[in-house]
């Protein structure tokens, strides 16, 4: 069993910032990647940003020079360090990864609410 728990989202006025952790704990053999999308309310769910193993990234145009991502592989943990926050950031962000336990899967936290508002 494999869990992922994210934390760190909120209230933000608009440039505001915001620090967001997603922790994955249970039987874990390694981590291949690990990443945050994001869904605002009646729109599909897309990719925010991912980082692998050996630390490559892959980063969202949108959100290109304003977020980023990185990882404690020893913590089994990603953040998303989110700057310059605009009102069209505003969504549910979900942490996922992909992981080996008796197989390689991939799993969804259940999200952190960024809400980016005067």
């Known amino acids: 069993q494999v869990q992922l728990v994210e934390s760190g989202g909120g209230l933000v006025q608009p440039g505001g910032s915001l620090r967001l952790s997603c922790v994955a704990s249970?039987?874990?053999?390694?981590?291949?990647?690990m990443g945050w999308y994001r869904q605002a309310p009646g729109k599909q769910r897309e990719l925010v940003a991912t980082?692998?193993?050996?630390?490559?990234?892959n980063i969202a145009d949108s959100v290109k020079g304003r977020f980023t991502i990185s990882r404690d592989s020893a913590k089994n943990t990603v953040y998303l360090q989110v700057t310059s926050l605009k009102p069209e950031d505003t969504a549910l962000y979900y942490c996922y990864a992909e992981i080996l336990t008796t197989g390689r899967y991939g799993y969804w936290g259940q999200g952190t609410q960024v809400t980016v508002s005067s």
């Open positions: 980082i692998t193993s050996n630390a490559n990234t």
């Open positions: 249970g039987s874990i053999v390694s981590i291949y990647v």
